[in-house]
């Protein structure tokens, strides 16, 4: 049954409104709603909101943004589950000041509409404060007073403190509640950070890896990201390259986890001791950075599971235990698990939290899980929730290139964050098309996307065989284009051998041996790595994935896009839109590009009529420019990209 005033579309949102959709604590959140009424009434709006299972809302007013849309903000004070409701009734001041004065200019008559005034304020009035209530009854005499023209008499009505009065006590006798909404809430490093992934076991173990911290966080990573760090099974472990001839040295795939020395709550002795796990997080965190840990719930042959639980994997007719497949490749060096049991289902989800309770009890907050696609979805609704109730800082990522409504529905029903098709998107159409669905369309409430231009298994695109230019302009876009980012260790040094000509992992993968690299090659990127972090975190505009705009290029080769942050200087007689703009453009090819830029003004708050400055904060590069036409040449030889902060002169 619909109210009196319909509200609907409330968003921030999920598809089926029955999860969370995702905001940060302590930080603004958007939201919104259409907000209908029959006739020609002004209506008003505001959203309420509160932590779940608490009894205090807070308010804030929202504002018509247009087309029957209104829109507002929350900020969340705390992290954890939140719930807000969008409120509108009919402003009978604002519709009675609309008809007073239409009438009034028409010449016609408006004495009823002064006695309509009148009765508001006598109505007001009773609910009105002792200070209040006074100054209302005044009000209503003097709307009555015949002795006065009517003119001057609705000069009083329109006085002013008697809008502020009548604000202050709103007369709601429609007021309609949407239904509740909610929002997680989740700390800021869900929303921004850039990750990034190393193997410890070809640093030497945990201890010496402490020393390629300090580089890690001078480049400016949030997160450093290590695989499983679990013992390694010995059953058809698997040798250089993915064979299955394993030499005795070879340390075997991190993702087969378990053998006699323990299972996912143990850690592989040749990595070190608990002590020296904890140590690591400890260097890290002294740092600035915080340590997400592999989740991988699978097992290798030698996995105690399989013994002591033989029930809770898949059993082939002949007794065997089936071990993972995606055609065409073959782990036989793992047992995926059966989710769904005969028996000890219940036992086993909970084996599964414990892994993650063992880890956060060592200081883990952050969860990067591989492969939550082959998982059912229950298993996710239940144990997300679960683990964030004990700790709502806790982190999900969900590595799923998978179908994308199993991607979306992952996010939807609880993960932090989303791996994306980004890594294979290498077009300016495929780009362009690819943000504007994750970016401007519904699933940016609720699905935080990660960039990573490479993994462990995926090297693809430009990056095959590529240049410098190639992986410089792939960790510009990822790093510029989503507030989250990541790189596999070995991009700084370009590493771009791949398995074959079709294989899209790398030859020689370090997920089946150790690599030993030179970390101070002179070509290293280390430091363009460096300076691009340092821009993300200079500039507000990269805080938020919706902010993104894409302007026109005449060369298919180059693309180019804005980011921007509102304007923060009310003080001023004529505030910029946008306090802080960016403009991003690459050269997606391997080749010299050169095009003529078509700038959306209106989109970059910038003068159409006037010059305005482009500072390339890449190489310092200062250019002057008047209007929305700009000439770039990109040479991925010297520079495959510009990211411009663009400012108004005086």
Same mark, same amino acid.
Request: a negative charge; one cysteine or more; proline letters at 7%.
């Given at each position: 049954?619909?109210g009196?005033?319909?509200i ?7 598809p ?10 302590g930080e603004?959140?958007?939201?919104s709603a ?10 008003a709006?505001?959203v309420r ?6 009894s205090?809302w ?6 018509l ?24 009734w009919t402003?009978h001041?604002?519709s009675?000041r609309?008809?007073?004065?239409a009438?009034?200019?028409?010449g ?16 007001h009035?009773?609910n009105?404060g002792?200070?209040d209530s006074?100054?209302?009854k005044?009000a209503?005499?003097?709307? &009555?007073? =015949?002795t006065? @023209?009517a ?5 009083? #009505? *329109?006085? /002013?403190n008697l809008e502020? !009065? ?8 429609d007021?309609?509640t949407s239904?509740?909404a909610?929002?997680?809430a989740?700390?800021?490093?869900a929303? &921004?950070? =850039?990750?990034? @992934?190393?193997?410890?076991r070809?640093e030497? #173990? *945990?201890? /010496?890896?402490?020393?390629? !911290?300090a580089?890690?966080a001078k480049?400016?990573?949030?997160i450093?990201y290590?695989?499983p760090?679990?013992p390694i099974g010995?059953t058809?472990?698997?040798?250089k390259n993915?064979?299955?001839?394993a030499?005795?040295?070879?340390p075997g795939?991190p ?6 020395l323990?299972g996912h709550t143990?850690l ?9 796990f ?6 890290a965190?002294?740092?600035g ?7 991988a719930l699978q ?18 007719p002949?007794g065997s235990?089936?071990?993972a497949?995606?055609?065409?490749k073959k782990y036989?060096?793992i047992?995926?698990?059966?989710f769904w049991?005969?028996q000890g289902?219940e036992?086993l ?5 414990d ?8 200081g883990v907050k ?9 998982k ?6 239940w ?9 709502p800082?806790?982190?999900f ?5 998978t179908?994308p ?9 609880g993960?932090?964050?989303?791996y994306t098709y980004f890594?294979?998107?290498?077009t300016a ?7 504007t669905?994750v970016a401007?369309g519904p699933k940016?409430d ?5 960039f990573w231009p490479?993994?462990?298994d995926i ?13 410089k302009h ?9 507030p ?8 700084e040094?370009m590493?771009?051998?791949p ?6 992992e790398?030859?020689?993968?370090e997920?089946?041996?150790i690599k030993?690299?030179?970390w ?8 363009y790595?460096?300076?691009v ?7 507000p505009?990269f ?10 290029s005449?060369?298919e080769?180059?693309?180019?896009y ?8 009310p003080?001023?007689?004529t ?6 703009v ?12 050169e095009?003529?830029?078509?700038l959306?003004?209106e989109?970059i ?16 590069a200062v ?9 770039i040449r ?14 108004r002169?005086?």
């Open positions: 049954m619909l009196r005033i319909v609907e579309d409330l968003r921030p949102s999920t089926t409104r029955a999860y969370p959709a995702k905001g940060v604590a603004p959140i958007p939201v259409t907000i209908l009424k029959e006739g020609h009434d002004i209506l709006a505001a909101w509160r932590p779940a299972g608490t205090k807070s308010t804030a007013v929202m504002t943004a247009g087309n029957d849309k209104w829109a507002g903000e929350i900020i969340p004070s705390k992290l954890g589950l939140i719930e807000f409701v969008v409120d509108s402003d001041y604002a009675w609309h008809h007073a004065l009438k009034a200019a028409d016609q008559a408006i004495e009823v509409e002064l006695e309509e005034l009148a009765v508001m304020l006598d109505a009035s009773v009105a002792a200070k006074p100054a209302m005044a209503a005499v003097q709307l &009555r007073d =015949a006065s @023209e003119s001057r008499r609705l000069e009083a #009505g *329109l006085a /002013p502020k !009065l009548l604000t202050k006590n709103p007369y709601r006798t007021l309609t239904d509740v909610l929002i997680w989740d700390r800021s490093i929303a &921004r950070g =850039a990750w990034y @992934e190393m193997f410890p070809s030497g #173990g *945990l201890r /010496p890896a402490v020393d390629r !911290l580089a890690i480049m400016g990573f949030d450093v290590l695989p760090v679990h010995e058809a472990r698997k040798g993915n064979t299955l001839d030499k005795p040295d070879d795939s993702w087969a986890i378990g053998s006699k323990g143990a592989d002795p040749a990595l070190g001791s608990l002590d020296d904890e140590f690591f997080v400890k260097s965190e002294s740092l950075m915080e340590v997400a840990l592999d989740y097992c290798s042959p030698d996995h105690p599971w399989v013994k002591e639980h033989p029930e809770w994997f898949h059993q082939r002949d235990i089936k071990y497949e995606n055609p065409p036989q060096d047992y995926p698990i059966n049991p005969d289902r036992q989800w909970n084996a599964c939290k892994i993650l309770d063992f880890w956060i009890g060592k952050i969860f990067r899980v591989d492969n939550p696609h082959t059912p979805f229950a298993f996710w609704e144990l997300i929730p679960a683990v964030q109730a004990e700790d800082g806790v982190l990522l969900a590595e799923a290139f179908r409504r199993v991607m979306a529905k992952l996010a939807e029903i993960f932090t964050q989303s890594t294979w998107r290498t159409w495929e780009l362009a098309e690819y943000l669905e401007l940016a609720y699905m935080r996307t990660n490479n993994t462990p090297l693809s695109g430009p990056l095959r065989n590529g240049g410098p230019g190639a992986f792939r960790l510009v876009l990822a790093a510029t284009m989503s989250n980012y990541g790189m596999y260790s070995g991009y040094l590493e771009n051998i398995a074959s000509g079709k294989n899209e790398y030859l020689n993968s997920k089946y041996e030993t690299r030179e101070n090659s002179p070509d290293s990127l280390e430091r790595i460096e300076r972090n340092s821009i993300r975190r200079a500039h505009a805080k938020e994935i919706g902010k993104i705009h894409f302007h026109h005449n060369n080769h180059i693309i180019a804005s980011k921007t942050s509102p304007g923060r200087d003080e001023l007689q505030p910029p839109k946008f306090h802080d960016m403009l991003m453009v690459v050269n997606l090819d391997e080749q010299p590009q095009t003529t830029l078509w959306d003004m989109a708050g910038m003068p159409a009529d006037q010059p305005y400055e482009a500072h390339d904060e890449l190489t310092g250019y002057l420019w008047e209007g929305a036409s700009a000439y990109l040479d991925p030889d010297v520079e495959p990209a510009h990211v411009f902060h663009l400012r002169i005086g």
